[in-house]
């Protein structure tokens, strides 16, 4: 997506005062070049280059210890958080916000020979996120209904997972984040029909505001036959129902 362009932020703490940019303003020049979009939620690592991921993190870690000195926590005396900030960098960089900086996984499609043509159901599939407003996590799960027709291509059952995780492992809103999961799978699978159903807890509301343990948000995707066919959508919606109990 177009974006207008903007100017790095520039340093000058290199040698004899010579300007120089962060790793994080590299990348971002090129994304900015690229005119690409770079949201929370989008996937950026086609414009990261060899080594520049572990480079990120030490950025990151040295922010973040800047984040705990601003917070009045004394990082270098407190055995507890002396490390803290290379911690929180290898968290955000390298596992909760790993579907960022990571390329898509590899994923292998199989004809469908049989022509299968009835309704497949997967899941739950286990869903850990973050909330793009306040960085809390998101816990859930999801469940994918298929319809495929004989021209579809077929995944295996794993590979639900490691695409779900891989669009899920970025700061995301639940609504955005299934919209991603099922042009996806729409886009790789080519189905006469695709369902998305997922329920999640948020931190966010939990953790801190009104800080409600028991709310869940719950919302659906549908397309192609789902959408056009109430009886196909109330077989699924049912038998999800079931699993859900």
């Not at 950025?59 to 926590?73: D, G, P």
Request: glycine share 6%.
């Amino acid at each position: 997506m177009d974006r207008n362009p903007q100017t790095p932020d520039i340093e000058t703490n290199g040698k004899d005062g010579a300007a120089t940019t962060t790793v994080s303003d590299r990348i971002r020049a090129r994304l900015i070049a690229a005119r690409r979009r770079y949201h929370a939620n989008d996937n950026i690592s086609a414009f990261l280059e060899e080594g520049e991921l572990a480079e990120l993190r030490g950025e990151v870690e040295e922010k973040m210890r800047e984040v705990l000195r601003s917070l009045v926590i004394d990082i270098e005396g407190d055995h507890n958080t002396h490390d803290t900030a290379g911690r929180v960098a290898k968290m955000f960089v390298e596992e909760v916000f790993a579907g960022r900086y990571r390329p898509e996984p590899k994923v292998t499609k199989f004809p469908n020979v049989s022509r299968l043509n009835e309704l497949m159901i997967v899941g739950p599939v286990t869903v850990r996120s973050a909330c793009s407003h306040h960085l809390c996590p998101i816990v859930g799960r999801v469940w994918v209904g298929v319809m495929p027709n004989e021209h579809s291509a077929l995944i295996g059952l794993s590979k639900y997972a490691r695409l779900v995780e891989w669009v899920m492992t970025r700061p995301q809103i639940q609504e955005e984040a299934i919209e991603q999961l099922a042009r996806l799978l729409q886009g790789k699978m080519q189905p006469d029909g695709l369902a998305i159903v997922m329920e999640a807890d948020h931190y966010c509301m939990q953790w801190r505001g009104v800080k409600d343990m028991d709310s869940k948000m719950t919302n659906s995707i549908m397309r192609g036959t789902f959408l056009k066919n109430p009886n196909l959508r109330r077989e699924f919606l049912a038998l999800l129902s079931n699993r859900r109990g």
